[in-house]
């Protein structure tokens, strides 16, 4: 995908999205993971990473961690043009980079970001 376009992240969440669920596009940072390039989607009760091959075209892997589950969470706003936010599960770590504000996604990824501030983050 040349541009990230909602409407295209949107077509690939379809399938793993539950209603409520908040979505943003998230650069990946930890050591085990599938693409350099991400889609988190997250409710009260669970967190899921979808991870996009390099196109941002088409779901290479997906996992579905509890928020019940994520430990020692981090949650760093303001480096850069945006925040980052790490954590644990079962002793694996997890760190995403996600921008503020991506032009052609509108509200979506501040939404994400303020959701996660004020309700994940113990």
Request: charged share 20%; hydrophobic share 45%.
């Amino acid at each position: 995908m040349l541009f990230i376009r909602k409407k295209a992240l949107n077509r690939l969440a379809e399938p793993y999205r539950e209603p409520g669920m908040l979505m943003c596009y998230a650069t990946p940072q930890h050591l085990h993971t599938y693409s350099t390039r991400a889609l988190l989607l997250v409710n009260q009760e669970k967190l899921v990473v979808l991870f996009l091959n390099l196109f941002s075209t088409r779901v290479v892997h997906q996992s579905e961690l509890a928020i019940a589950d994520l430990q020692e969470q981090k949650f760093k706003s303001g480096v850069g043009l945006g925040a980052v936010w790490s954590f644990k599960v079962n002793g694996s770590s997890w760190r995403f980079q996600i921008m503020w504000t991506i032009l052609t996604l509108g509200s979506m990824q501040r939404d994400f970001l303020t959701f996660v501030e004020t309700h994940i983050i113990d």
